[in-house]
């Protein structure tokens, strides 16, 4: 039973436009999500997070928004580069499980 | 200065025997987190540990156990392997629960 969603598994996009990444989550008692970054061979890297009493969060070209209602996070980059390819992972956290509850990752290509 | 760091980074062994992954960090972070990446890329918890409490995720079969000799270690042994237990095993840490985890580079155990 999947907690968090990533329903695009890949996205590619030009160098310079926006890359948008989408995610869902099914348990509302999570109150702490966070966006992680994944190279080849490399840990994942924490990138952004936002609590559930806010529904966005900005740092530099990253900007995560939060839509409780709906269950739906999603990290918008811009503008995108090249560097920014990698696998983007979701991650939720709080309520009872005390753990990140991440999602299967979107592998993300920017072309130049 | 890497943050956290697991040894061995590769590890190929037969099935039956019994092997161990170290971790440490150096962010003087109190929790520590093992976590497994099967071939479905799906980022699983497996423990969850501070000085005080230990944390298993029940899915998680006896064979393995996490040992921590020191705030800053977080050992995983595991005991008779089986074909299953091919993946990716990280280890991260955070400050508390629900906060950023920094993640070690992985371990990619690979039973024959």
């Known amino acids: 039973d999947q907690q968090v969603k990533q329903n695009s598994p890949s996205l590619s996009v030009q160098e310079g436009r926006i890359s948008i990444l989408n995610c869902d989550y099914t348990?509302?008692?999570?109150?702490?999500f966070l966006w992680y970054k994944k190279y080849p061979a490399e840990g994942p890297t924490f990138l952004i997070s936002?609590?559930?009493?806010?529904d966005k969060n900005e740092d530099g070209r990253f900007t995560v928004f939060l839509n409780k209602s709906a269950k739906h996070l999603s990290l918008h980059i811009v503008p995108s580069q090249p560097g920014d390819s990698a696998v983007y992972f979701c991650?939720?956290?709080?309520?009872?499980?005390?753990?990140?509850?991440f999602g299967k990752g979107t592998k993300l290509s920017v072309k130049p | 200065d890497t943050a956290v760091s697991q040894t061995p980074k590769y590890l190929v062994t037969q099935m039956g025997n019994d092997k161990s992954i170290k971790c440490e960090q150096n962010?003087?972070?109190?929790?520590m987190y093992w976590y497994k990446q099967d071939s479905k890329k799906f980022l699983k918890i497996m423990f969850s540990?501070?000085?005080?409490?230990?944390?298993i995720n029940e899915t998680v079969p006896n064979r393995f156990s996490p040992k921590s000799p020191d705030k800053a270690h977080l050992n995983l042994h595991i005991n008779s392997l089986e074909l299953g237990d091919s993946a990716v095993y990280f280890c991260?840490?955070?400050?508390?629960?629900?906060?950023?985890?920094?993640f070690g580079d992985g371990t990619r155990l690979s039973i024959l």
């Open positions: 540990y501070n000085n005080k409490e230990l944390i």
């Open positions: 991260a840490s955070s400050q508390v629960r629900d906060q950023p985890q920094h």
């Open positions: 348990n509302s008692m999570f109150d702490y």
């Open positions: 991650a939720a956290g709080g309520g009872s499980q005390g753990n990140l509850i």
């Open positions: 962010l003087g972070h109190d929790t």
């Open positions: 936002i609590s559930s009493i806010k």
